[in-house]
Nanobody
Framework: QVQLVESGGGLVQAGGSLRLSCAVS????????MAWFREAPGKEREFVAY?????FYVDSVKGRFTISRDNAKNTLYLQMNSLKPEDTAVYSC?????????????????WGQGTQVTVSS
């Protein structure tokens, strides 16, 4: 059984930093294509960052967020710097087994429960 467990969320002031972790069990992520998505209240879940053959980011986080992974720990990370109130959302990690458009949430097969990030102004 594949499980993804996010951690590292919390309350931070604008301009602060957080590092999210996504620990995976039940499969080895070394060759997996993975991503972070976020869902703010009243909004649809949106793509944030992707890690596969390359890395990709939504324009709103470029230069501030960095996606990375530690294959030995089977864990995906999202380093978030210079946080803004508009970054407030539940952040979830996901794995796609078969690829497809990396920014399309429907391409992903496995999801974590998410971790809340709240940025105060």
């Amino acid at each position: 059984q594949v499980q993804l467990v996010e951690s590292g969320g919390g309350l931070v002031q604008a301009g602060g930093s957080l590092r999210l972790s996504c620990a995976v069990s039940g499969r080895t992520i070394a060759t997996d294509r993975m991503a972070w998505f976020r869902e703010a209240p009243g909004k649809e879940r949106e793509f944030v960052a992707y890690s596969g053959s390359g890395t990709f980011y939504v324009d709103s986080v470029k230069g501030r967020f960095t996606i990375s992974r530690d294959n030995a720990k089977n864990t995906l990370y999202l380093q978030m710097n210079s946080l803004k109130p508009e970054d407030t959302a539940v952040y979830s990690c996901a794995i796609t087994r078969y690829g497809g458009s990396y920014y399309n949430r429907d391409a992903y097969d496995f999801w974590g429960q998410g971790t809340q990030v709240t940025v105060s102004s």
